[in-house]
């Protein structure tokens, strides 16, 4: 038999509606990391100078290397939690059951979409911090059935308190 | 930095509103999948292995949203200099960037107005393939000097 799902979003997942998800600190961000990003990124055409040459960058309004706006301090490994970066493991519940609550009843996960607003510049020597939060769920009909949005906020620090980045992530789970 | 204004509204850089600014073009296959896995730690079978990318139902093995997110940011980048200053960017992961697509970057002005001593910009971004078809439509907000 099969049962039409009016609302994936229950009492207690409304309550948990703004908690932490995960707080995460960078390992100091070395030159090489940027070089290495901008390399990856503008492949195969050389990147511009002011991610590479120090003497050039020198020169520029930054006053020094900056890293590509989008540039990610933690891959591979993190200062905290020590170790290796920890990889999403695809669970379309995760966020839930983090949380400690009871996930919806969805199988698929798509992402929706990111949106990114920036700060200051990340430099060489700097130390990021990441913090997580569950920020809003909504809910929509489409042509797959009922489908859940689920919007995540993330804010990047730099180890002077200024803000590097505020990300706004939308998982769409059916 | 700032030209004199042209008919129709002000000149940023060379280009007003409702012209694209230059496109930025890449023609994204494993050499470029496998550098980007290598820096973001993102070895993911279907972005390395063409029979994953058709487990997923792709003709292929594809690239990374995440590097579309970066030539978005190069196309900004290429246009405004080192001076300018992105602001905010935002955009939807449409559709696969499969082998053998040549990927270009555009972007469109939509709005340009003073802010302080500088000129902000709003754009719209997009990424497509060689026949149209958008793979990560989006927006961004960037801002230039507007006198040296």
């Known amino acids: 038999m099969t049962q039409t799902v009016t609302s994936y979003v229950s009492d207690e997942m409304r309550a948990v509606l703004g908690a932490e998800l995960g707080r995460v600190v960078s390992f100091p961000i070395a030159e090489s990391d940027i070089r290495r990003w901008a390399v990856a990124v503008y492949y195969p055409e050389e990147p511009p100078r002011l991610f590479w040459d120090a003497e050039y960058a020198a020169g520029s309004v930054h006053r020094g290397i900056v890293a590509p706006e989008e540039f990610n301090p933690f891959a591979w490994m993190t200062a905290q939690p020590a170790g290796l970066a920890r990889m999403g493991d695809n669970d379309p519940n995760g966020i839930e059951k983090s949380l400690g609550v009871r996930p919806p009843p969805t199988e698929f996960q798509l992402n929706g979409g990111i949106d990114v607003t920036y700060g200051v510049r990340m430099r060489p020597g700097d130390v990021i911090t990441s913090v997580s939060t569950l920020h809003g769920y909504h809910e929509r009909r489409g042509r797959l059935g009922l489908m859940l949005f689920t919007t995540m906020a993330n804010t990047w620090t730099n180890q002077h308190g200024e803000q590097v980045r505020l990300t706004k992530g939308m998982l769409i789970r059916y | ?148």
């Open chain 2, 1 to 148: 930095m700032t030209d004199a204004p042209a008919s129709g509204g002000p000149t940023v850089l060379g280009r007003t509103v409702g012209q694209e600014i230059p496109t930025f073009v890449r023609t994204p296959g494993l050499h470029h999948w496998n550098r980007y896995a290598a820096v973001n730690d993102e070895f993911v079978p279907i972005h390395m292995d063409d029979e994953a990318g058709r487990a997923a139902g792709y003709p292929t093995a594809f690239g990374m949203g995440n590097l579309q997110w970066s030539y978005l940011h190069d196309l900004l980048r290429q246009w405004i200099g080192d001076d300018g200053r992105i602001e905010h960017v935002h955009c939807q992961f449409r559709s696969a960037n499969v082998k053998g697509q040549v990927i270009t970057a555009h972007g469109r002005i939509t709005e340009v107005r003073p802010e302080g001593d500088r000129h902000v910009v709003e754009l719209e971004v997009w990424t497509e393939d060689q026949h149209g078809t958008r793979l990560a439509p989006g927006g961004a907000v960037v801002s230039v000097p507007a006198a040296e």
